[in-house]
């Protein structure tokens, strides 16, 4: 890879959709933390990126033996996914030019394939703006009155899922996050931000088993995503790895 590459992965969250002692980056998917599978799908396809690791500074859950990158640091996460980046960035700046690429991907997403990174790869940094996985919306989109009803349909047409890694380069990324509070701008992704600077993301189509894990039984849609990924040849596996010990409270 000729430019340097930032991954960041945002892991501060304490998943209370989940309704699990744990948070979700450490509930056991196939005898292994959610988090261990992530990066190791990071790391398949880019090995000698440096990794960012945004983690709450109260985690006494992580252990540093899963991350399997020579190059990485953990940094204090904040209380959104946008500040968690932002530290990220922070952490950076003396090491990172303005023109490094920087992915940044849901910790909670541990079925994206090493296929998908590396087309997105070679997309964003050929991309004047960058952009980020994404995948048609297929189903018929229904908004609700606010009461539990439908007040309207919805068209489709044109309408993308957006998934994760989303790619910037990192001085255009850490501008865009530091403007659009400004703005009154909600960010929820990364690309949200950049659209405020009236800049255009690049839509980079995804598979949909890139799913986020956020509710009780998308953990057991995992296992089967992973497993299918397996049998299929899309994953070897090598990436999903034996289990481990769960881990033990401090």
């Not at 304490?14 to 799908?41: F, I």
């Not at 980046?85 to 023109?99: F, R």
């Not at 609700?144 to 993308?160: I, K």
């Not at 849609?221 to 033990?248: D, K």
Request: aromatic content about 4%; glycine content about 8%.
């Amino acid at each position: 890879m000729s430019e340097r590459l930032w991954l960041v992965v945002p892991a501060a969250g304490r998943g209370r959709r989940m309704g699990a002692a744990l948070p979700k980056q450490y509930l056991m998917l196939t005898g292994r933390p959610v988090l261990t599978h992530t990066l190791a799908r990071l790391h398949a396809a880019f090995p000698e990126a440096r990794l960012c690791l945004c983690l709450d500074p109260d985690d006494h859950h992580f252990d540093p033996a899963w991350v399997p990158f020579t190059d990485w640091r953990r940094v204090n996460g904040g209380a959104e996914r946008a500040d968690s980046v932002a530290n990220a960035l922070d952490a950076i700046a003396l090491e990172a030019d303005a023109k490094d690429l920087v992915l940044v991907h849901d910790v909670a997403r541990p079925c994206v394939t090493v296929e998908d990174l590396a087309r997105l790869y070679a997309v964003i940094a050929e991309d004047p703006v960058g952009g980020l996985l994404a995948a048609p919306v297929a189903d018929t989109m229904k908004r609700d009155d606010g009461a539990g009803r439908v007040a309207a349909t919805e068209s489709r047409e044109g309408l993308w899922q957006a998934l994760t890694p989303q790619g910037f380069r990192y001085g255009l990324l850490r501008r865009a996050l530091a403007m659009a509070p400004g703005c009154g701008v909600l960010v929820t992704d990364e690309a949200s931000a950049v659209e405020t600077l009236g800049m255009a993301p690049r839509l980079v189509a995804g598979r949909r088993d890139n799913l986020k894990i956020t509710h009780p039984d998308d953990l057991a849609l995992a296992e089967r995503v992973l497993a299918a990924q397996v049998a299929s040849g899309t994953t070897p596996p090598a990436i999903i790895g034996p289990p481990v010990e769960r881990e033990r409270d401090t």
